[in-house]
């Protein structure tokens, strides 16, 4: 069965510093990966997704996310953190057994961010 | 409307009630997906539906939870003789052309006493 592992449950940067938020993922085949954002009482938005191809794939909001298959992560990463990132990011895994199916999906438990001035 | 749209927004009921939950996808949008978000267990896959395919239940924890969808379009969740731990945020995602991305709802807060 595939799963995600997010092994920060929390993080604090300060404005303007660089961040990564961890994830790996455990699947049999070549994943489907995507990066998941929810700020207090919205829904998710993604930020970015890996479905083949370029390992290091780009977002909106300027994320971006390597995909290392040789680590089983796909770690997200911002050059400088704005106040406005402070929400919870989730990495996810997507079935890949055709059509729609990516949407699928199976969660890590999630990386609240705390951005301070 | 131009999001995904959920109600209730906010459900409080009695222990052994039924509930309903309503998600009206995005226009033309094929699939659309249940998740159920709780404190315990995080972010759950509970059932998508395809077009006219029959639909994957297989995140559904229960035969207290049945969900169908109407026309292609609306899709309401429901929950028999709700328990305590039924207890989450319901949240409803559609996708469409933009292959991998899921439109999510704001979702619905079920509460149950």
């Known amino acids: 069965a595939q799963s995600v592992t997010q092994p920060d449950i929390h993080i604090t940067v300060s404005e303007g510093a660089s961040l990564e938020l961890r994830c790996n993922y455990s699947?049999?085949?070549?994943?489907?990966l995507f990066w998941y954002v929810q700020s207090p009482g919205q829904g998710l938005q993604l930020l970015l997704k890996?479905?083949?191809?370029?390992?290091l794939v780009q977002g909106i909001k300027g994320f971006e996310a390597e995909f290392k298959r040789s680590q089983s992560s796909f770690n997200l990463r911002k050059p400088s953190v704005h106040w406005s990132d402070a929400a919870e990011y989730f990495c996810a895994v997507g079935a890949a057994g055709g059509g729609t199916s990516y949407g699928k999906l199976t969660f890590g438990q999630g990386t609240i961010l705390t951005v301070h001035p | 409307g131009a999001g995904v749209s959920q109600s209730p927004s906010n459900k409080v009921t009695e222990k052994g009630k039924d509930v309903e939950l309503r998600c009206d996808p995005i226009s033309g949008h094929t699939a659309l997906y249940w998740y159920r978000q709780s404190l315990g267990q995080g972010l759950e896959f509970l059932i998508y539906?395809?077009?006219?395919?029959?639909?994957?239940k297989s995140g559904l924890p229960s035969d207290r939870f049945s969900a169908e969808r109407t026309g292609g379009s609306v899709s309401t969740l429901t929950i028999q003789r709700t328990q305590q731990e039924d207890s989450a945020v319901y949240l409803c995602?559609?996708?469409?052309?933009?292959?991998?991305?899921?439109?999510f709802g704001e979702g619905s807060r079920l509460t149950v006493l």
């Open positions: 995602a559609s996708s469409g052309t933009s292959v991998g991305e899921l439109f």
């Open positions: 539906f395809q077009g006219n395919s029959a639909p994957d």
């Open positions: 890996y479905f083949s191809g370029d390992t």
């Open positions: 699947y049999g085949a070549t994943p489907y």
